[in-house]
């Protein structure tokens, strides 16, 4: 009688033992975060989902959803900018060229902050002198305010002399994928490389009959 | 024979050496090292320079800084503030005394507002430092190329 019962003993707490071991590992499973195959800043959907409707540099009315199927690459700038401007297209012009055919499949796509200094003309020029492929966006100081705050973007004007202001602004770069949806988020100092790899990941989806 | 070969090779490193350093400009204790500039899209309003001050002396200060090659020039400094990149005017620089003082990307440098050409690469630019102490101090600015943040001669010392 004592037997069975030392016998029944184990048996019922290895069976718990094993139901906590189910549990904790279904929970790992589900909870434990997965390493990513992505070297940017992998973003989760936020409460606003990106969007504009802003005027490209040759007059042409656009909005996010024109570039559906495409792998958008977004930074908020503007062409009176000292250094973080010019760096960050330098350095997606030098992604581009990495990425090779790829590069097909993926758009960048500078917007001001600035509509009131920078003309078509000279956002033109100016995109297109990193790489002829860029293209430039601007509007209405309510539609680029609305496109900014759609990306979580911060931007202010900053006087540095009486006719003269700066704009203070967010340096991130944002990768939307060609569902439309914010994936993401390369900083000032991300890698042509990581920038490279992540973009031909996206793009290579899309080759694969993901694209609509 | 040996020394022939040696002097020679020193000429050599020399002649190869001056070039790079042409811009530098010692007045006094001080010396401006290394001017350079960012080459800038066509119809592109504004320009940068950067330097590097050199201070074997006592303290002086950097007062302004002029040059022909834009309308306005202004000396600011950027800096990183929860992921927004903000630029303030700076209306004169400290120069310590046995110290130095780094114009920089991401930090001070000199804003050339409303260029009177665009800069492309290769070009060189008069740059004036007006300093308290020492006076006015005339330097040429080297454009890199488009997007350049650290220039050739600092690459692989890292920032
Ligand atoms: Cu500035």
Redesign the interface.
């Given at each position: 009688m004592t037997t069975t019962h030392r016998r029944q003993l184990p048996k019922a707490s290895l069976l718990a033992l094993g139901a906590a071991g189910l549990v904790a590992g279904a929970s790992i499973a589900l909870f434990w975060p997965r390493p990513s195959e992505f070297r940017l800043t992998v973003l989760p959907p936020g409460p606003v989902s990106p969007d504009f409707r802003l005027v490209d540099f040759d007059g042409q009315p656009r909005s996010l959803a024109d570039y559906r199927g495409q792998v958008v690459v977004i930074f908020f700038g503007y062409?009176?900018c000292?250094?973080?401007c010019?760096?960050a297209?330098?350095?997606l012009?030098q992604v581009m060229k990495r990425l090779g055919p790829a590069s097909a499949q993926v758009r960048v796509l500078l917007i001001t902050l600035d509509p009131e200094?920078d003309t078509p003309?000279?956002l033109k020029?100016?995109?297109?002198?990193?790489d002829p492929r860029f293209v430039g966006l601007s509007g209405t100081t309510a539609q680029i305010d609305h496109a900014a705050a759609s990306f979580y973007v911060?931007h202010?004007k900053?006087p540095?002399?009486n006719?003269?202001y700066?704009i203070?602004?967010?340096?991130?770069t944002y990768v939307i994928d060609a569902q439309g949806q914010r994936r993401l988020i390369g900083a000032?100092n991300t890698s042509i490389d990581d920038f490279a790899h992540d973009l031909k990941l996206l793009a290579g989806r899309l080759k694969q009959g993901a694209s609509p | 024979m040996y020394t022939h070969i040696h002097r020679l090779t020193f000429l050599l490193a020399l002649a190869w050496v001056i070039p790079a350093l042409a811009a530098d400009q010692r007045t006094g204790s001080l010396t401006i090292t290394q001017p350079w500039s960012r080459a800038t899209a066509p119809g592109a309003a504004i320009g940068a320079a950067y330097f590097e001050i050199v201070n074997a002396g006592a303290v002086d200060t950097l007062l302004r800084i002029e040059s022909p090659i834009a309308r306005q020039v202004e000396m600011h400094t950027s800096y990183t503030e929860g992921g927004t990149m903000r630029m303030r005017p700076v209306t004169s620089v400290d120069v310590p005394a046995r110290g130095r003082v780094r114009f920089e990307p991401s930090g001070l440098h000199v804003m050339l507002i409303d260029l009177v050409r665009p800069l492309r690469k290769g070009d060189r630019f008069p740059l004036t430092l007006v300093f308290q102490h020492a006076g006015p101090v005339r330097v040429e600015a080297i454009v890199q190329d488009l997007g350049t943040l650290i220039p050739p001669w600092r690459e692989g010392h890292g920032q």
């Open positions: 062409t009176r000292p250094d973080a010019p760096a297209l330098f350095k012009a200094r003309q000279l020029s100016y995109v297109t002198a990193f911060a202010f900053a540095t002399s006719d003269y700066a203070d602004h967010s340096t991130a000032m | -």
